[in-house]
C-alpha cells in the first residue's frame, strides 16, 4: 500500500515450546510440519527427513550458503506451491533444504521480516500482522511498553536480489557498547562473541558447566561467564551469565536469544523497522 499505513489481517500460531525452541505448525501439500520461530535465520529450511515426508523435491545444482552457530553449510533450494501458516495461505516459496534442524526446520527471515510479528513467548503465542504501522503509532501492547534504538542490518527492501535483513538495537556490556540482534532461535540463551566478552571484561569464571547447543546437526560448546551488568534499551540486567562462542558465524557480537524472550513480549516491525518490548513479570512458559 503504497504511502499507506496501519494494520490489516492477523495470522495467530500457537507456540510449543520443545528445548527451549518455540515451534510453530505449518501446513505443506496437507501435512502438518513443525518448524522453529527464527528470528536469527535469513532463510526458511526443511531438513531432509521432512522434506521427504512433504514431497519437497531438492533442485540440483541450485546450492545455497546458510549461516549457523558452528559456521557456515551448503543447502538445496525447493519451491513450495503453498504452505499454510495460522489463517493464512502463502503461495510459491523458495526454501532451503538442509541435513539436519531443529524439529522439521525453521521458520526464517525471508517469510517473517514480511510482516508485523508479535511474539508473546510467556503466553505461547506469536500474531502476524499483515500492514505497517503508522510512524506515531504503538503496538497494543500490555504492561509498560518500551521502544528499542533499531537500524536495519542487510540489504534494502525491495531492492533487487535484496536479502533479509536483521534489526539491531544497541546494547552495552560493563559499558562497552556493541549491537545485537534478538533471536527467537537461539535457543540455548543469549551468547556473546569472545572477542566482544574480552573487550567488555568478564567479571570472573562461572562454577557453570558448558552448554552443549544443537546447531542444524552439529554440536557446539559454548562456555558460561559472567559480567557485571547488561543494558538493553533502559533495561540494565545485573550480574548476567552468557554464553560465550569462540568464532562465532553470526553477523553481530551479540544475541539476544530464549533467557531474554521468556520474560519479556517482543513486537518487531519489520515493515517500519521498529521494534517494542514488555517485561513480562511472571511468564507461563518454562
Not at 523435491?57 to 501458516?85: C, F, V, W
Request: hydrophobic letters at 45%; one cysteine or more.
Amino acid at each position: 500500500m503504497t504511502g499507506q499505513c496501519g494494520l490489516g489481517e492477523t495470522a495467530t500460531l500457537p507456540i510449543i515450546l520443545h528445548n527451549q525452541s518455540a515451534l510453530v505448525r505449518v501446513t505443506v501439500n496437507d501435512r502438518a510440519a513443525y518448524l522453529a520461530l527464527d528470528t536469527g535465520a535469513t532463510t526458511t529450511t526443511f531438513n531432509r527427513d521432512a522434506a521427504a515426508v512433504l514431497g519437497l523435491q531438492p533442485m540440483a545444482g541450485a546450492g545455497i550458503e546458510y549461516m549457523a552457530l558452528h559456521g557456515t553449510g551448503q543447502a538445496s533450494r525447493a519451491t513450495i506451491d503453498a504452505m499454510r501458516l495460522g489463517a493464512w495461505t502463502l503461495t510459491d516459496l523458495a526454501v532451503a533444504v538442509v541435513a539436519e534442524s531443529v524439529a522439521d526446520g525453521v521458520l526464517g527471515l525471508d517469510i517473517l521480516s514480511r510482516y508485523d510479528v508479535d511474539v508473546n513467548l510467556p503466553q505461547l503465542e506469536v500474531v502476524l500482522h499483515r500492514g505497517s504501522l503508522c510512524p506515531a503509532e504503538t503496538p497494543d501492547m500490555a504492561g509498560e511498553r518500551l521502544e528499542l534504538p533499531t537500524r536495519r542490518l542487510g540489504q534494502r527492501k525491495g531492492a533487487a536480489g535484496a536479502r533479509p535483513f536483521y534489526l539491531v538495537v544497541p546494547v552495552s556490556l560493563n559499558g562497552a557498547a556493541s549491537i545485537a540482534i534478538l533471536d527467537t532461535g537461539a535457543a540455548a540463551g543469549s551468547l556473546v562473541s569472545a572477542a566482544f566478552a574480552a573487550k567488555a571484561g568478564v567479571q570472573g569464571a562461572s562454577d557453570q558447566p558448558a552448554v552443549q547447543a544443537n546447531s542444524f546437526g552439529s554440536i557446539v560448546s559454548l562456555a558460561q561467564r559472567r559480567f557485571a551488568a547488561l543494558m538493553v534499551g533502559r533495561e540494565r540486567f545485573e550480574n548476567v551469565l552468557l554464553l560465550v562462542s569462540e568464532d562465532p558465524a553470526w553477523p553481530v557480537p551479540f544475541v539476544l536469544g530464549y533467557d531474554y524472550f521468556i520474560h519479556h513480549r517482543v513486537w518487531f516491525s519489520f515493515t517500519s523497522d521498529r521494534i517494542f518490548v514488555s517485561k513480562v513479570p511472571s511468564p507461563v512458559a518454562r
